[in-house]
């Protein structure tokens, strides 16, 4: 089975033919989305308890900060990334620390870049400032427009991989990009976002931060479209596990053409592997102890998810962090104590609050 769809839309006073790929359905990725949609709906459907959820969601956050700025060169170990996620200072070079920073912090705000479901040019340019906030040699550069030639590159061998299209091209073709992001209902988020993380390198809309952006965006994609509503799993960290296999895919895309099939085969692969991961951690977690899954608030959720990161929490914590008062504090906490899912430690002033135990 074959796809390719041609839409035209008017832009800045010029008709301009979307992007335009086509691909065929291969036994390959058919079979890939078909095992995908199997664990998404064990992922979604299982009954697993908060710090558990906490947990998974906080290690795909740290993996694929940690695997898309190592793609770029970043140097920084999983473990520095780890600490830096926890707030904690790490000896390391100033901009290694403000990409992971960056990213980390695009990752956690990922709702941040939509507009009821639509990804617009200006919420775009300030995704890419956020990923290469205080990074950038001229930070004018920063969620704007690249004003020079560029090519890309393999960092790791310093081979050339293509010339993106001239400075006047730039901002038409993301224009046309975001319309068919925003306007396609036809295939799968998957398949939408493989072609979109494609043709946002093919375009290479900026001076830097080019393949972050994209792999940030592709991720957007699946979160508004409802596929990876609860961010457990890393996908950048498929690409970084094999870095020259992951430029191949890129390169198997005809420019003239668009014929993306590989790179798809190679996108679903990646999406299928790092969701069965998932899956079968959460068919280990259910394994061990068998509780009933407990509805918590987007307030509880948040300081499980920080006694999580931080091992404990005070109330004086939770109160500077929800600027709510000691009242309303207590509440919260006597909640979550009820519910089973935290415990005090310590006595009178002293006292904090861990994930309960046993």
């Known amino acids: 089975m074959e796809y390719s769809k041609n839409i035209t839309l008017k832009i800045n006073k010029g008709t301009y033919t979307m992007f335009n790929p086509h691909f065929k359905y291969t036994q390959r990725i058919v079979n890939n989305l078909l095992k995908i949609t199997n664990a998404r ?3 979604l459907n299982s009954k697993i308890i908060p710090k558990w959820e906490v947990s998974l969601r906080r290690d795909a956050l740290i993996s694929s900060a940690h695997s898309s700025t190592a793609i770029e060169g970043n140097k920084l170990t999983l473990e520095e990334v780890s600490q830096l996620a926890q707030g904690r200072k790490i000896t390391a070079a100033r901009k290694e620390k403000q990409e992971v920073l960056n990213y ?8 941040d ?8 040019e200006k919420l775009l340019l ?7 906030y205080d990074t950038l040699d001229n930070p004018q550069d920063e ?3 690249r004003q020079v030639q560029v090519y890309v590159g393999n960092k790791l061998t310093g081979e050339v991989v293509f010339m993106p299209p001239k400075i006047e091209e730039v901002q038409k073709l993301v224009q046309n990009l975001l319309a068919r992001i925003n306007q396609e209902t036809e295939i799968s988020p998957v398949m939408l976002a493989g072609l979109t993380h494609y043709e946002f390198v093919r375009i290479h809309p900026f001076v830097d931060g080019n393949g972050r952006t994209a792999r940030a965006l592709a991720t957007l994609i699946l979160y508004i479209r409802d ?3 609860k961010r457990f799993f890393a996908l950048d960290d498929y690409y970084d596990s094999d870095r020259k296999a992951y430029y191949a895919a890129l390169k198997t895309v005809d420019k003239n053409t668009l014929e993306t099939t590989q790179w798809l085969e190679y996108f679903t692969d990646g999406v299928l592997i790092s969701l069965s991961r998932v899956k079968d951690k959460i068919i280990s977690f259910s394994m061990k102890k068998t509780e009933p899954q407990i509805a918590l608030t987007e307030r509880q959720m948040k300081i499980l998810e920080m006694i999580v990161t931080n091992g404990k929490i005070t109330s004086g ?7 709510i008062t000691r009242q309303a504090v207590h509440k919260e906490l006597k909640k979550m104590i009820e519910l ?4 005090p430690k310590g006595e009178n002033k002293a006292i904090y609050y861990t994930n309960k135990t046993g």
């Open 41 to 43: 709906d064990v992922i």
């Open 104 to 111: 980390l912090n695009v990752l956690t705000n990922i709702h």
């Open 113 to 120: 870049y939509h507009d009821n479901g639509k990804i617009t």
């Open 126 to 132: 300030k995704l890419h400032k956020d990923v290469t």
């Open 143 to 145: 969620g704007t427009y």
């Open 227 to 229: 596929f990876d509503i």
């Open 317 to 323: 914590e939770i109160q500077d962090l929800f600027k």
């Open 340 to 343: 089973g899912v935290i415990e």
